[in-house]
C-alpha cells in the first residue's frame, strides 16, 4: 500500500512561499518543476494511450511522497474514449482547469482537455497563481481569450 502524505498543491504552495533566488536553490526548484512536469505527462501518457481521459486534473488531484513521485489521483470524473468519441457532459474539470472546448460547450471532447489542463497546472508552479481565475465559465472564456503574459 502507496502512503501519500502531501498533495501537489500543498508542496507547490511550499515551494513557491519559500522560493529565493539564491542561484542552487533557483536551479534545484526549476529541477523539480521540470521533474514534476514530466512526471504528471507521463502519468497522462499512460492514461491516455489506455484510452482514459481523467477529466479533473488540477494541483489536488496529485499527490507526492516524500522521494518527489507523483501520482495521479481522483479518476471518479475520468471516461473511457473511443473512435469515434463519444458525446460527453461539458460540467467536467474545476472551472479554473477548463479547456475552451467544454467551457464553450462542446460534447464531444478528448484527451487534449487533460493537456490544457496540466498547462493550467504548471502556468501556476511558475507564477506561483492560477492562470485564469474565472468565477463563472463566461468569466473563465474572457479570461482565457483576454489573458495578456
Excluded at 489506455?50 to 470524473?77: C, E, S, T, V
Excluded at 474514449?81 to 479554473?96: A, D, N, Q, S
Amino acid at each position: 500500500m502507496i502512503h501519500l502524505k502531501l498533495n501537489f498543491n500543498t508542496v507547490l504552495h511550499k515551494f513557491l512561499d519559500k522560493f529565493v533566488f539564491l542561484y542552487h536553490i533557483y536551479i534545484y526548484i526549476f529541477v523539480s518543476f521540470q521533474s514534476y512536469l514530466y512526471q504528471i505527462l507521463d502519468g497522462i501518457l499512460y492514461c491516455h494511450r489506455r484510452r482514459i481521459i481523467h477529466r479533473d486534473l488540477k494541483p489536488q488531484n496529485l499527490l507526492i511522497d516524500q522521494q518527489g513521485a507523483i501520482k495521479i489521483a481522483d479518476f471518479g470524473l475520468a471516461r473511457a474514449f473511443g473512435i469515434p468519441v463519444r458525446v460527453y457532459t461539458h460540467e467536467v474539470v474545476t472551472l479554473w482547469y477548463r479547456a475552451p472546448e467544454v467551457l464553450l460547450g462542446s460534447p464531444r471532447y478528448s484527451t487534449p482537455i487533460d493537456i490544457w489542463s496540466i498547462g493550467c497546472i504548471f502556468a501556476e508552479m511558475a507564477n506561483k497563481a492560477p492562470l485564469f481565475r474565472g468565477d463563472s465559465e463566461i468569466d473563465q472564456l474572457y479570461r482565457i481569450f483576454r489573458y495578456d503574459a
